[in-house]
């Protein structure tokens, strides 16, 4: 319903350079589209002026929401969501790459199509060449793991209805992947182009290593496909051992132990790579049970210190 409030969850981690021509453009937006709408900060440990500035906005349309230290992106999200009012969730990022401007878009194909979750698409993308590859695995792993086909999985302007919103916050589920964790939950989903530019100000704070571990989470969280793939390759490995163990054991007998000799270094060389890829599996079913023993401390995956 067009009377719906909207919520705008932004974490903002270290972007005083920007914050500025975030209310500058963000504003205006929302106050153009004549509804009631809150926007609702989350402070993701910022150690620069952003608090500050955020603090200096706040108001009856701005809540700030200060958490004790720096969690991570999706955390300060599921934050954002648990401090939200609205029946519409939007999540953005801070830093102006996804002009606020497309907004209204994406309210408009929620309620018009009576969608769920509205996903978006970056047109002509304004990344590094490694970010766009990361980016591309990250989608096509999934893809195949969710089982819904949406393009483009890493842009944050995204909509939400309250309902989904809910069960993703209810259910405490410590993976940080919230597009995927939300296809669990929704039932209509569709996705939108937008445009996409430069970040206005800063450095981007996905390094190499975050984007890594976003992949461990998104693997371990949504699909035992890692473990199956350890089962297999340790089956094949074993067949392949004992039948490589039987045919030295032969070609001992047939040509001798001086022939056996010579081989050494090829033994050595086979033992090395099982010897890898046991600590290939053990490393995956380790990210497994390190889930488990998150899981099962019940430890939050975030504490706010402050609203203002």
């Not at 270094?265 to 090395?272: M, N």
Request: net charge neutral.
């Amino acid at each position: 319903m067009e009377t719906d409030k909207i919520s705008v969850v932004i974490p903002v981690y270290n972007e005083e350079e920007g914050l500025e021509m975030l209310f500058t453009k963000l504003v205006p937006v929302m106050e153009g589209m004549k509804r009631d709408y809150e926007i609702v900060l989350v402070d993701d440990g910022s150690t620069d002026g952003s608090l500050e500035i955020m603090r200096r906005h706040a108001g009856e349309k701005i809540m700030v929401v200060e958490l004790t230290r720096n969690y991570g992106q999706h955390a300060a999200v599921f934050a954002g969501f648990e401090s939200s009012k609205g029946e519409i969730i939007i999540t953005m990022d801070a830093d102006l790459q996804n002009p606020p401007e497309e907004i209204p878009r994406l309210i408009q194909t929620m309620e018009e199509g009576d969608y769920e979750v509205v996903g978006t698409i970056r047109r002509a993308r304004k990344d590094t060449a490694f970010r766009k590859t990361a980016s591309r695995i990250v989608n096509a792993m999934t893809r195949r793991i969710t089982g819904v086909s949406l393009r483009d999985w890493g842009c944050m302007l995204r909509a939400y209805r309250r309902n989904v919103v809910e069960y993703m916050v209810n259910s405490r589920e410590h993976s940080t992947f919230i597009p995927a964790l939300a296809t669990t939950f929704a039932k209509r989903i569709t996705e939108i182009e937008v445009s996409h530019a430069e970040r206005y100000a800063g450095e981007s704070k996905y390094s190499f290593v975050k984007l890594v571990s976003l992949h461990f989470d998104l693997l371990t969280s949504f699909s035992e496909f890692p473990l199956k793939v350890m089962l297999y390759l340790g089956m094949f490995f074993a067949i392949l051992g004992i039948g490589f163990g039987a045919f030295l054991a032969i070609a001992r007998l047939y040509f001798g132990a001086p022939w056996a000799a010579q081989g050494v270094f090829t033994l050595f060389a086979v033992l090395f790579f099982f010897v890898g890829a046991q600590f290939l599996a053990f490393g995956i079913m380790g990210e497994y049970v390190g889930r488990i023993y998150r899981e099962v401390k019940r430890r939050p995956p975030y504490t706010i210190r402050r609203i203002y």
